[in-house]
């Protein structure tokens, strides 16, 4: 099966800094990832999504993240944090089509 | 607007009462999944289904079950609740790759905060 990984537990980055959150996948052959937000007592709400196209992909909220396949990584970023951003992020792939494995997530903490 | 609905967004039970949890989505999708989520863990998957009657368990089954009978609907079951499967459950569903989509995601309810005394 599927593992992914997502290095820190909690990031903390200050208003208008650069939020950087790191997710690598354990697939030989590429999947497709996922990144998802949570905000308190919500469900999880679809950031991005790579699907074997541009290996950079946009979402929203500003949010982008790059596809490596040399690094089995793919991380999460977005030039300048805003305090509406703290949250907890979940990045995932699809398990060989039949359901998805999700890392352990990433708590964001944005500080005035 | 697309949209996965489930019933309950709290819920507080008793040891050994069967609980049930229900989700609908409005979508035709194929799929649909039963996740528990816990701090520090993650979202670590129950059961799920690909069709109406058909189900596979996840990671976690042991303690659980579901029901698929519409495929709109699907229920997880907690059959005798303890104090451990105090949890935030999370349904989601998707399209099935290989089924003419192009891509997949999973679509997510809200989420029930289950706490079992």
């Known amino acids: 099966a599927q593992s992914v990984t997502q290095l820190g537990s909690h990031v903390s980055v200050s208003e208008g800094a650069l939020v950087l959150l790191r997710c690598n996948y354990s697939?030989?052959?590429?999947?497709?990832l996922f990144w998802y937000v949570q905000y308190p007592n919500q469900g999880l709400q679809l950031l991005l999504k790579?699907?074997?196209?541009?290996?950079l992909v946009k979402g929203i909220n500003g949010f982008e993240a790059e596809f490596k396949k040399s690094e089995t990584s793919f991380h999460l970023t977005k030039p300048s944090a805003h305090m509406s951003d703290a949250a907890e992020y979940f990045c995932?792939?699809?398990?060989?089509?039949?359901?998805?494995?999700f890392g352990p997530g990433t708590r964001l903490s944005v500080l005035p | 607007d697309v949209k996965v609905t489930q019933s309950s967004r709290y819920l507080v039970k008793r040891t050994g009462e069967k609980v049930f949890l229900e989700c609908v989505q409005d979508?035709?999708?194929?799929?649909m999944f039963w996740y528990r989520q816990d701090p520090g863990l993650g979202l670590r998957l129950i059961y799920f289904s690909y069709d109406v009657k058909m189900k596979e368990k996840g990671d976690i089954p042991e303690g659980y079950s579901v029901s698929r009978e519409k495929k709109e609907r699907f229920s997880l079951i907690l059959e005798s609740a303890s104090t451990n499967q105090t949890s935030m459950y999370l349904c989601?569903?998707?399209?099935?790759?290989?089924?003419?989509?192009?891509?997949?995601?999973?679509?997510f309810g809200q989420g029930t905060r289950l706490t079992v005394v």
């Open positions: 697939s030989s052959v590429p999947p497709y």
């Open positions: 995932a792939s699809d398990n060989y089509g039949q359901n998805f494995v």
């Open positions: 979508m035709d999708h194929e799929n």
């Open positions: 989601a569903s998707s399209t099935r790759l290989g089924q003419g989509a192009l891509d997949t995601e999973a679509f």
């Open positions: 790579y699907t074997s196209a541009a290996t």
